[in-house]
């Protein structure tokens, strides 16, 4: 019944240890965001991609350069928008988002 | 022979059909761009030896996720046989499924591949002559790959054509190469011109059918492109005096949401 106890109590820290690294990694991202994107080869496919970043909450303009792959994103003052959820309208554009990053007012 | 034509004649026409991005005559793996909410339509032009035809599909593609699509195409077709009574009405029905299978992206380029299964059915007229449908089931199953990248796209189309009332079954084998002239950039004012092989083999010792197609696309913007190639045959099964001189198409892609 003790080593049980404690199994539970190990499993337990675990779980809250997991659970405060994976809302670590959510990153909350604001002002200008480039997101760099794999599989953007042709000019036509990407409206898909504009349109599915454009429906977050808080972006106000998409601009998407091809030739480097790459999308940028404005963020609406005060507002912020997290990684993972750029990842997942990425993918659901049909496209595999890479590194994302903040870039302030440069491009 | 009359049906089998039809058929040689629907598959020139329809394989595709489907496709929603470049090239214009062989499928594509890449389902994006109308993100399934849009409506392709062109005209064939079709110039025989014994006459002359004109294809009309308008395609319904819709994406239920962005790796499955599902759609249908509704055909109007014209027939003008030399010597003979004009028939125009609805064609040869068809429905569509494609699932991607394959995809693995770099830096400006892509390699996907793709099942698509194509269902054909008899809703053209096929007792009356000049028939505008094959009268036969066809049910066709064709892997679809395409390498694009910004400076080219390669895609190529295998597949097998099962058809009903006895008429031979047949592969299927396009390929294509695109090239743009313009630089890429986003939103899109592209020239695109392509050459394609668009290729069936019948079975039962029928033959060969091989066309060569050059093509050219302008791609006006987000939402609209306009395209236009000519199917030259290199070789063809049909009997001297039924024999194709050319399919041209012209055509148009629009997305709609």
């Known amino acids: ?17 997991l659970k405060a690294q994976s809302q670590e990694q ?28 454009k429906k977050m909450e808080g972006v106000t303009k998409i601009e998407i350069d091809v030739p480097n792959a790459f999308a940028l994103l404005t963020i609406e003052d005060g507002k912020s928008v997290s990684e993972e959820l750029i990842r997942d309208k990425v993918k659901d554009a049909g496209f595999t988002a890479r590194e994302i990053k903040e870039v302030s007012n440069e491009k | 022979m009359k049906k089998l034509l039809l058929v040689i004649f629907y598959l020139s026409v329809f394989t595709a059909t489907f496709a929603q991005g470049p090239p214009i ?32 599909p308008v395609v319904f593609p819709y994406n239920i996720t962005n790796k499955w699509q599902v759609g249908v195409a509704v055909p109007f077709v014209s027939m003008r046989p030399s010597g003979s009574t004009s028939r125009s009405g609805v064609g040869d029905l068809a429905v569509f499924t494609k699932y991607q299978i394959y995809q693995k992206d770099g830096k400006g380029k892509t390699l996907r591949s793709l099942i698509k299964l194509a269902e054909t059915f008899p809703t053209g007229n096929s007792t009356d002559s000049p028939a505008l449908g094959t009268g036969a089931n066809q049910t066709t199953i064709s892997l679809v790959n395409g390498y694009v ?101 012209i055509g148009t892609r629009i997305l709609i949401f």
């Open chain 1, 26 to 53: 959510q990153q909350e991202l604001k002002g200008i965001i480039k997101v760099n994107v794999d599989g953007l080869s042709c000019p036509f496919c990407a409206y898909g991609l504009e349109k599915k970043l």
């Open chain 2, 149 to 249: 990248t910004t400076k080219f796209g390669l895609y190529t189309e295998v597949g097998y054509n099962i058809t009903s009332n006895g008429l031979p079954d047949n592969f299927i084998y396009n390929i294509a190469l695109g090239y743009p002239l313009l630089p890429q950039k986003y939103p899109p004012n592209q020239v695109n011109v392509f050459l394609e092989l668009i290729g069936n083999y019948i079975l039962d010792d029928i033959g060969n059918n091989l066309f060569v197609a050059p093509g050219i696309q302008y791609i006006a913007g987000r939402r609209v492109l306009f395209e236009s190639g000519i199917q030259i045959p290199l070789n063809q099964v049909a009997p001297v005096g039924q024999q194709t001189d050319y399919i041209l198409r």
């Open chain 1, 1 to 17: 019944m003790k080593q049980l106890t404690i199994v539970m109590l190990l499993l337990s820290i675990c779980a809250v240890t």
């Open chain 2, 25 to 56: 005559f062989t499928d594509t793996p890449i389902m994006l761009g109308l993100e399934g909410r849009g409506i392709r339509t062109f005209g064939n032009i079709i110039s025989r030896e014994n006459g002359s035809g004109y294809v009309h």
